[in-house]
């Protein structure tokens, strides 16, 4: 299957900006469609962004529209969340995934890294 790792979370003030990645390793790691999860405390998981493989399809979340970005780079087979105008609102652990097809729909999706904390805090 495919292992997943993120980083660059942490702690940033409202307004600020922050960049996740996403290393994509095991077999055949560029063949999958990749996204961003959100969870934050007490609350269910939520789509941020997906992108097919190809990197040329993207759907983002309504609440995350305008503000971030993901991208993908697969001879890296990285793929990266830029974070701008962050709120209080983004608080949350953020994960990465992996699935067969894009969808935003958090049970589509088959194989998940353990996240990365991103907190936004004055």
Known sequence: QVQLRESGGGSV???????????????????????????AA???????????????ITLYGDSV???FTM???NAKNTVWLQMDS??????????????????RSAARWSNWGQGTQVTVSS
């Open 13 to 39: 003030p409202p307004g600020g900006s922050l960049r996740l990645s996403c290393v994509i390793s095991g077999r055949e790691p560029n063949i999958w469609a990749m996204a961003w999860f959100r969870q």
């Open 86 to 103: 962050l709120t209080p609102e983004d608080t949350a652990v953020y994960y990465c995934a992996a699935s067969s097809v894009v969808d």
């Open 42 to 56: 007490g609350k269910e998981r939520e789509f941020v962004a997906a992108l097919n493989r190809g990197g040329q």
């Open 65 to 67: 529209q305008g503000r």
């Open 71 to 73: 991208s993908r780079d």
